[in-house]
């Protein structure tokens, strides 16, 4: 079975701290993802990287960072993190483009 | 506009049966996907289907495709409180490494 982890299921941060969010799949996959949930506006694509080192802009990246340097582990970094970053996180991975996109349990994330 | 869409909640009796409706706007779409998210949690994968076909069955599961009107349905047959989550509609852009593209996610709620 594909399984996707998060370093954190809850976290709690102060307004202008930097946040590091991980995520590692244990099944090759070239792609991972990115995106936040927020009640009503569903989930919205971040960023996403499709190799090693390389990464693309999501719907939404203001305010987020991402690091791909190895191809199990993708990293999402908000560089000072604001009231609004507050939402579920969720990464997800899958490998090549037809095939089904598997998730983590989710980062909930609170900025005080 | 959105490229996948549904209705935001659903409320059926135990014993009952779901349906929870989508649509879509790319008819290039190969395959078309519904995700499961329990409260807390990541988003599990339920069943998918693959362009060219009409149906597919899975235990108390029914999809159905009109490919010609980009709808695509979820039947829930005998549906337990245990089915209370929110439903996702996905569609797979058959171009290079684009990731999925979701729905907003129907809330179902199971009245014992």
């Known amino acids: 079975d594909v399984k996707v982890t998060q370093s954190s299921r809850y976290l709690v941060k102060r307004t202008g701290e930097k946040v590091f969010l991980e995520c590692v799949q244990d099944m090759d996959h070239e792609n991972m993802f990115w995106y936040r949930q927020d009640p009503g506006l569903g989930l919205r694509l971040i960023y996403f990287s499709y190799d090693v080192k390389m990464k693309e802009k999501g719907d939404i990246p203001e305010g987020y960072s991402v690091s791909r340097e190895k191809k199990e582990r993708f990293s999402l970094i908000l560089e000072s993190a604001s009231t609004n970053q507050t939402s579920m996180y969720l990464c997800a991975s899958r490998w090549g483009h037809q095939e089904t996109q598997y998730f983590g349990p989710g980062t909930r994330l609170l900025v005080l | 506009g959105e490229d996948v869409e549904q209705s935001l909640f659903l409320s059926v009796r135990e014993g009952d049966s779901s349906v929870i409706n989508c649509t879509y706007t790319?008819?290039?779409?190969?395959?078309l996907y519904w995700y499961k998210q329990e409260p807390g949690a990541g988003l599990q994968l339920l069943t998918y289907i693959f362009s060219n076909m009409d149906m597919k069955q899975d235990q108390r599961l029914t999809v159905l495709l009109n490919k010609k009107d980009k709808h695509l349905s979820l039947r829930i047959a005998d549906t337990q409180t245990g089915d209370s989550a929110i439903y996702f509609c996905?569609?797979?852009?058959?171009?290079?490494?684009?990731?999925?593209?979701f729905g907003k996610g129907t809330r179902l709620s199971v009245i014992a």
């Open positions: 790319d008819s290039s779409s190969t395959y």
């Open positions: 996905a569609e797979s852009k058959n171009s290079g490494n684009t990731p999925l593209v």
